[in-house]
């Protein structure tokens, strides 16, 4: 379970006697360092690492880092906001100890996600996980809880000159050429998971070439975005143990499907899951509909954070199963919002909402947060579901849409970031600070590509994630 309570100077109660126990076990272990985790505005994940002696010191006082990547972009050049920006000042990285684990992909190493703190001790405004945390921890005291996981694909590649593309296996969807040819480092990945605790669902090669997707058990949401992180950080150390590159950017390539990050969530009262054994339609209680409306009315604006790159324009095509509409179905891969009921026998635990216009760069801890905040608002409004839409979207008329309520979601970044300035109840939700820097961090973005073709967008971010 994921530490709730905020880090605080010298140490939350535990923390440094914890942490000097834990650096006699791992230094049994034979681990030497540890690997500091967080991800930034941009979305790429970012890190610190402190030998193994360092631990307790880390736990205590935590480890320096500049707040100026808040407003880095994807290419390590830096963008300001009023607030964020300036190469003035420093934050402390606390190592979460319930979630450090030894990284089985990474011999001689441990990993731990962090939060980060003011040199005064206050929390940072800008902090993705801290925002999580807290959202988590003001929703329970409402008796709600969340259990969420998220998908993860990547692109798997041979080394090639000047950052080319060259997949590692060109079989057919899903075929077993491709589970055949790249099975020795598959296997190896599903050890390190499991070394790790890490309950992977299932692994299995995906449409792309040379693409994969691996999905791992639902937990709370914190923990949900933390294996996310850590679930990347193996899959490229076991694929470059096996002379692999891979890639999590939402497209590798100009055209066709790219990487997604569906992100699966569902909403609990009392122990009881609200998306099964209701009296709502495909078993949702009044809750959960209301839960899924409030994700819905906000998905415009929630793409400026949930598909946050120029790149991600390319993945957010028609037919792609990328869900480019506003619109919601039942096991309907083509909306935006995918009701899955789960197998008769298992539906009071499986049942649950998958967000699909999400991919992986995407910071984790932020895309969770801002879902769960536009839930929370459909539930306090009691907001009304649509009816569902059947089938691909795509295939309706834009009047049979229209009369349908069915919106085209943002066909760019630069739309996205509109409908996020205009959604007050998503910013509200981030704070000032955070949301000025999602805007300026998006628009930077956008400038950096201005004047590129697809395929240039695309090899722009194609090593970044």
């Given at each position: ?5 905020d ?8 923390d440094?006697?914890?942490a000097?126990?834990?650096q006699g ?6 681990v030497h ?10 979305g ?18 935590g480890v ?5 990547f ?8 830096a963008?300001?906001t009023g607030v964020?920006g300036?190469?003035?000042g ?6 979460d100890?319930?979630?450090l ?6 011999p001689g ?5 962090v ?7 206050e ?11 807290r959202?988590?921890?003001d929703?329970a ?8 996981a998220?998908?993860?694909e990547w692109?798997?590649?041979?080394d090639?000159?000047?950052?080319a ?6 079989g ?8 055949v ?7 190896d990945l599903?050890?390190?998971c ?12 995906e449409?792309a070439?040379g693409q ?12 949900a975005a933390?294996?996310?992180v ?7 150390a ?13 497209a590798v390539?100009?055209q066709?499907v790219?990487?997604?990050g569906?992100?699966h969530?569902?909403?609990w009262?009392d ?5 099964a ?8 209680t009044?809750?959960a ?9 906000h998905?415009?604006?929630l793409?400026?954070?949930?598909a946050?790159s ?8 028609p ?16 909306t ?16 649950n ?7 992986l760069?995407?910071?984790?801890y ?7 905040a ?8 009691s ?21 349908r309520?069915?919106?085209?979601l943002?066909v760019?970044?630069?739309?996205a ?5 205009a959604?007050e109840t ?6 000032p600070v ?8 998006r628009l ?5 590509v ?5 395929e ?10």
């Open positions: 379970m994921t530490t709730l309570a880090p605080v100077p010298g140490g939350r109660p535990g440094v006697e914890r000097t126990a834990l076990e791992l230094a049994g272990r034979g360092g540890v690997v500091l985790a967080y991800v930034d505005t941009a790429i994940g970012r890190v610190k690492t402190v030998p193994t002696a360092r631990l307790a010191s880390a736990a205590a006082w320096g880092m500049s707040p100026v808040d407003t880095f972009l994807a290419d390590d050049s963008v300001t964020l300036s190469p003035d420093d934050l402390r990285l606390y190592p100890l319930d979630r684990v030894v990284l089985a992909g990474q190493w441990a990993w731990a996600p939060d980060r703190v003011t040199q005064d001790g929390r940072h405004p800008g902090c993705t996980r801290t925002l999580l945390r959202i988590v921890a929703a005291e409402q008796g709600l809880t969340f259990r969420a998220i998908e993860v692109t798997t590649a041979r090639a000159p000047g950052d593309f060259v997949p590692a296996t060109t057919p969807a899903y075929g077993a050429t491709r589970q040819e790249l099975g020795d480092c598959t296997a599903l050890a390190a499991a070394a790790q605790g890490l309950d992977v669902e299932q692994v299995h090669p449409y070439a994969f997707e691996i999905s791992v058990g639902a937990v709370d949401p914190v923990a933390d294996r996310s850590l679930v990347r950080q193996t899959i490229r076991v694929a470059r143990r096996h002379g692999l590159r891979v890639s999590f950017a939402p390539v100009g066709g790219g990487n997604g569906h992100v969530l569902s909403a009262r122990g009881v899951n609200l998306h054994g209701g009296e709502g339609r495909y078993g949702m009044a809750a509909e209301s839960f899924t409306a409030g994700i819905l009315a998905l415009p604006a793409t400026a954070v949930t946050p120029p790149a991600s324009a390319l993945r957010l095509r037919s792609q199963w990328a869900g480019v509409f506003a619109a919601w179905g039942h096991e309907t891969r083509e935006a919002l995918r009701v899955v009921t789960g197998t008769a026998g298992v539906r009071d635990r499986a049942a909402l998958e967000v699909k216009p999400v991919d760069a995407a910071n984790p932020l895309a969770i947060a801002a879902l769960i536009a839930g929370l608002d459909g539930l306090r409004s907001a009304v579901l649509p009816e569902e839409t059947t089938g691909d979207p795509a295939r309706l008329s834009e009047a049979e849409r229209a009369a309520g069915v919106r085209r943002p760019s970044l630069e739309q970031v509109a409908e996020f300035r959604d998503l910013r509200a939700a981030l704070g955070l949301a000025d820097a999602v805007i300026a961090v930077g973005e956008l400038a950096r201005a004047g590129l073709d697809d240039q967008v695309a090899a722009a971010y194609r090593w970044r994630y």
